[in-house]
């Protein structure tokens, strides 16, 4: 299994997902902007659409969507994410849907150098919708998303959320999202993953 990563990018959950599971995997760098892989191959003959996470999971079978990529790490590995068909599962799936549509997009403002002030004083109006609702969600005193146990979608928001910290968005409004990120940061597959993405020191 090789995951096609850039550093800190949403490809990160797939890795943190890929630690914690344990299973044989190896990780390839992609220059974005270039279409190159850090072995030189041509990235978008791997994914056409050109962007990260993909990942190979077999010779040929290359998988792409971030949500889609952790249900199938989960699922394989039996652990992670509640079993398919269970209203749990529907609210997992609720949760990747928001993350990925709501926050992770919501974003994209404030990543692009040419975006207007304009357009980035929106992006962080929206997001501070969308982390309202995270906020209040862990507001009950549980630990993750869905409650007591650690899924993909924690996983997963923890990279989007850590984004803040990279383009200027406040998250003091926001402490039990910030205690979550410590909590997820602590992990020891989420170091691992970091320091592997060259993100934290070894
Ligand atoms: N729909 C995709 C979007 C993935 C995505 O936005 N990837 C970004 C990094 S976070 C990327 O590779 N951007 C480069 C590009 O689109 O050229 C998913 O959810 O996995």
């Known amino acids: 299994m090789k995951l096609y990563y850039s550093p800190g990018a949403c490809s990160l959950a797939s890795h943190i997902v890929l630690q914690e599971i344990g299973k044989p995997f190896s990780i390839e760098k992609v220059d974005l902007a270039?279409?190159?892989?850090?072995?030189?191959?041509?990235?978008?003959?791997?994914?056409?659409?050109?962007?990260?996470?993909?990942?190979?999971?077999?010779?040929?079978?290359?998988?792409?969507?971030?949500?889609?990529?952790?249900?199938?790490?989960?699922?394989?590995?039996?652990?992670?994410?509640?079993?398919?068909?269970?209203?749990?599962?529907?609210?997992?799936?609720?949760?990747?849907?928001?993350?990925?549509?709501?926050?992770?997009?919501?974003?994209?403002?404030?990543?692009?150098?040419?975006?207007?002030?304009?357009?980035?004083?929106?992006?962080?109006a929206q997001l501070a919708k969308r982390f309202t609702h995270i906020e209040k969600t862990l507001s009950d005193g549980r630990d993750y998303l869905t409650g007591a146990d650690y899924t993909i979608a924690d996983a997963y928001l923890f990279v989007v959320t850590n984004w803040a910290n990279f383009t200027g968005f406040a998250l003091d409004a926001f402490p039990r999202l910030q205690a979550f990120q410590a909590r997820i940061a602590a992990r020891p597959a989420v170091e691992k993953a970091l320091v592997a993405e060259g993100l934290k020191a070894a």
């Open 34 to 124: 270039a279409k190159k892989t850090a072995s030189g191959a041509d990235f978008s003959a791997i994914n056409p659409k050109g962007y990260v996470p993909t990942i190979e999971l077999s010779p040929g079978e290359v998988l792409t969507e971030g949500p889609a990529i952790l249900q199938h790490l989960a699922d394989q590995a039996g652990r992670l994410a509640p079993a398919p068909g269970t209203m749990a599962r529907a609210r997992l799936n609720e949760w990747l849907a928001f993350i990925n549509g709501e926050v992770h997009k919501a974003f994209g403002p404030l990543f692009k150098p040419d975006a207007s002030a304009e357009a980035k004083e929106a992006a962080k």
